[in-house]
């Protein structure tokens, strides 16, 4: 009986812990989206806030239904970013990563000179209760559109344009297109992202997007994994339990903790806690390479001679 | 249109009319003009330094020219940006290996082939029974073409794995993937020796058996001579001579490009 009220006791204290992960997820997965087609860009802290605002407001003024909302985010975020690519995809790849730090700043000052919808400095509780059942569902979704994404056309026309712009518009790969593609799945991920935040704190205000999510959005991309999906999720997990749980093991070393564990990721798994090409590189000597160089059919299904 | 017109010459695939690009105060390429008839195997040549590289960097629109005109066929692409160029027929290899890294060798030659793919962004996103159809298809036509380069074998293998001559081979498979009219092979043999070379003429020489034309900047003399139809010689980014690989080689200015004037000394020697 013991160890089942000991899982209870687990479940009830890192519940909160569990969605805040999701959530955050969705904000890395967002940063990944853009990422992935070779741009390094904060602005989904904007996209969020955009979610965030709009739709909390929307389900106070106008009685929206709440489930509603999340759509909406979405969607407000997508076209925001279609705007936003409009103009950064003009930039220089560091320029458009020091615009989009403006963005931020931009964002809360907007955030700020508009109470009527934000509240402004005084922030606005959101009435848009979000379970943790929700956010397994949603989550799930987003794994199966960014499984989608890798393994299709697109996949492969963003890891191109990633690993080399030239080389890739050379193969007719139209980087712009494939650029501002990635922009709109960013600020929909983005804006859902804002939105569940908001719902998940039932509370907002401009210090809501800010740039401290930018900073565990990027520790879970680049740290988590930046050239799979799979390792954004878990990279956001990690980040956002760790604070979690030093604090309830060695509350007063906590941050020493995090540092340590950010110094030895970076050192022993510079690519990321999920990296696609050390795996690979394994498979590769696992394939018994002297059997396939003499058997030329072997790596060849389908092709009939 | 191609094949002979009504003078009984083959209309050229590419014509190139006073091309220019300055770099600052430098003009890598000035008031060049060349041609490269179609079906043939067409050599570029100049000592380094000489603008081989920005020339093909302007044909494939990587540059942007400052002056003049470029042709493919009957349209005019030296505004053009890259990607368009590819789609309209133009592929293109690098002097240096550039293959992208994490992907196996099949997945570069598939990435070639993405003006190719017979299936919409969509249509691939949600895996409709066409999509993967047409992916299919793609893949076994990557397959083929890995296997005109001798690579078949290691289609499933990471392309950084490979060793540098196989990595060259693998890039031309990726520009083949884009069914181009024209392939430009930039400095293709570079680090190879002559066996691997002459592989690489054989090949080229079996592409344009299969109506592909060609255009080759080359250092290798030998390989010119061997397996070029037409060559024309650049220096300091200015025509200097065409015709057949004997007569370029043969021509005084070439030689006097690649290995300094004779005459100077001669003319030295008669002044004392």
Known sequence: MNAMQGI?????????????????????????????????????????AFGGFLGARLVLATGFDPMLTLPAAALAGAVLSYLVALIFLRLESHWMALASLALILITRVIVINIPVVTGGVNGMSVPLPVSLELLAVLIALAALVFWRLSVSWYGIAAQSVREDTAV????????????????????????????LLAGALQFISPDTYFVNIAFTMIAGVVLGGSYH?????????????????????????QDVANGIVLLLIMIFLPRGLVDPLSIRLRKNFQIPVARAIEDPSISKPGVVK | ?????????????LAISAIGKNFGGVAAVSELSMVVQTGSVAGLMGPNGAGKTTLVNLISGLLPSDSGTIRLADVEIQRSPSHVIAELGIARTYQNVRLFSGMTVLEQVMAGCYVRRGTSLWASFLGLPKARAARKAVEIHALELLDRVQLANRAHLLAETLSYGEQRRVEIARALGTSPRLLLLDEPTAGMNAQESNEIGKLVHSLRDGGLTVLIVEHNVQLV?????????????RFLADGTPAECIAHPDVQAAYFGKTTDAERIRTLR
Not at chain 1, 173 to 191: E, N, W, Y
Not at chain 1, 239 to 249: K, Y
């Open chain 1, 229 to 253: 999906w799979t390792g954004v999720i878990i990279g956001a997990a990690v980040f956002t339990a760790l604070p979690v749980i030093a604090q309830a093991i060695i509350p007063e070393f």
């Open chain 2, 225 to 237: 001579k061997d397996y070029c139809d037409h060559v024309t010689v650049m220096n300091f980014g």
């Open chain 2, 1 to 13: 249109m191609s094949g002979p017109n009504a003078n009984g010459l083959s209309q050229p695939l």
């Open chain 1, 8 to 48: 209870l006791d687990f479940w009830a204290a890192y519940r909160s812990t569990l969605a805040f992960a999701i959530v955050n997820s969705f904000l890395a997965l967002s940063t990944y989206a853009v990422l992935s087609a070779g741009i390094l860009s904060f602005a989904t802290v904007t996209y969020a």
């Open chain 1, 168 to 195: 890739a518009s050379s193969l007719g790969i139209a980087p712009r297109k494939i650029q501002t593609i990635a922009f709109v799945i960013s600020g929909a991920v983005g804006g859902l992202g804002g939105m």
